[in-house]
C-alpha cells in the first residue's frame, strides 16, 4: 500500500539552531513529493515541492527538502528557526503526478523555543 | 490569501443527520478535491472533481458524495453521519497555467457529529 510516514511527532528546536522534519515514502513510480504547513485554524500551506532534477529544493519561508531516492526520504529542513515556524508540518506525496489525489502523512509538531 | 473560501467554518450535528459544506474557489479553477482531516491525523483524500465530474475518489463510502457547479463552487453531502466523521473537511482547488500547476486550499469545516 502506498503510504507517507513522518516519524516524529513533535520536533523541539531553538530558535537559530538547525532543524531537520523527517519523512519517507512508499509509493511505486516517480511521485511528486510535498511539504505543507498548518497554522492554527488554517489551512495548508504549501511550501515546496519536488519533481524531478536537483535533489535539494527549496521552498517557501528558508525552507529546504533534500531528497533521496534510495532511502525514499524527503526531509524537510531549514538552517535557522524562528519561533514563527513553530506549526504543523505534513509531507505528502501524489502517486500519479501533479497535485492529484494527495497522500499526506500523520503530520510533525515543530516546536521553536525562544 | 488563496481565493477558495469554504463555509460554514464549524457545524455540529447529530448522529443520523445529513450536512452539506461548501466551497468556492477561483475562476479557472477547474478541478477540486476533498480531504477529511481527523484530530491529529494528516488529511485524507474523499474524492476529486473536475469539469464537474468525479475523476478520482479515495477509500470512503458512498454516503459522501459532491457536487462540482459551473461557477468553480463544490459540495460535499455525507448522509447518514457517524461519530467517526468529526473532522476538518479541507477542500482544494488547482488550475494550471502554462504547464504550471497551482493548488490551493481552504481553511477547512470542523464538523462535530455529537
Known amino acids: 500500500a502506498q503510504s507517507v510516514a513522518q516519524p516524529e511527532d513533535q520536533v523541539n528546536v531553538a530558535e537559530g539552531n538547525p532543524l531537520t522534519v523527517k519523512c519517507t515514502y512508499s509509493v511505486s513510480g516517480n511521485p511528486y513529493l510535498f511539504w505543507y504547513v498548518q497554522y492554527p485554524n488554517r489551512g495548508l500551506q504549501f511550501l515546496l515541492k519536488y519533481i524531478t532534477g536537483d535533489n535539494l529544493v527549496k521552498g517557501s519561508y528558508g525552507f529546504e527538502a533534500e531528497f533521496n531516492k534510495s532511502q525514499t526520504s524527503f526531509h524537510l529542513k531549514k538552517p535557522s528557526a524562528l519561533v514563527s515556524d513553530s506549526a504543523l508540518y505534513f509531507c505528502a506525496v501524489s502517486p500519479s503526478g501533479g497535485y492529484n489525489k494527495l497522500i499526506f502523512g500523520a503530520g510533525t509538531r515543530l516546536a521553536v523555543h525562544p | 490569501e488563496t481565493g477558495v473560501t469554504q463555509s460554514p467554518t464549524h457545524l455540529i450535528k447529530t448522529r443520523g443527520q445529513q450536512v452539506t459544506l461548501r466551497c468556492s474557489s477561483q475562476s479557472g479553477h477547474n478541478t477540486v478535491s476533498w480531504y477529511q482531516q481527523a484530530l491529529g491525523q494528516g488529511p485524507q483524500f474523499i474524492f476529486q472533481?473536475?469539469?464537474?465530474?468525479?475523476?478520482g475518489r479515495g477509500n470512503f463510502p458512498p454516503r459522501f458524495s459532491g457536487l462540482q457547479f459551473p461557477n468553480y463552487s463544490s459540495e460535499l453531502n455525507v448522509n447518514a453521519l457517524e461519530l467517526d466523521d468529526s473532522a476538518l473537511y479541507l477542500c482544494a482547488s488547482s488550475y494550471q497555467s502554462q504547464g504550471v500547476e497551482k493548488l490551493f486550499f481552504g481553511s477547512g469545516t470542523q464538523l462535530s457529529v455529537l
Open positions: 472533481y473536475y469539469r464537474e465530474e468525479e475523476n
